[in-house]
């Protein structure tokens, strides 16, 4: 198990397993990691054009209430470019997961639900 320092504990916490009832009392959550953070920055490099990036990063969290297991934790990088055609027109070009790492977003003990692969989205923004 690891050394967590997550704030969020069970404080009264039973668990039924194999017919007996389990004290789960001071273990981490299901599926809430030990820390987490996220960075943003834009830069506005002409008067119509910007480019911004971001990370975010997840801690490993545990898969059960035991806290036998545990999803490991990651870091996904993101960039975003937006063209200002007007006051009321803009379009922006983003990529989510720029190094296409591939990550747990949840899971269980036998199964993880992986997140998204790198994506790039072309978006429009009209104002009235």
Known sequence: MPTSRCFA???????????ALVSRDGNV????PERMANLWTTWRFA????????ARYVGQR?????????????TVVDAALTYDYSP?????????NLTDREYAVSGSD???????????LLTTRATF
Do not use: C, H
């Open 9 to 19: 504990r069970y404080d009264d916490f039973g668990e039924l397993a194999s017919g």
């Open 29 to 32: 959550p299901t599926g809430v």
């Open 47 to 54: 008067p119509q054009w910007k480019i911004g990036a971001g």
């Open 62 to 74: 545990p898969t059960n209430a035991a806290n036998s297991r545990w999803l490991p934790g990651y």
């Open 88 to 96: 009321a027109l803009s379009f922006m070009l983003t990529v989510r």
């Open 110 to 120: 036998a199964t993880w639900l992986l997140g998204a692969p790198r994506t790039v």
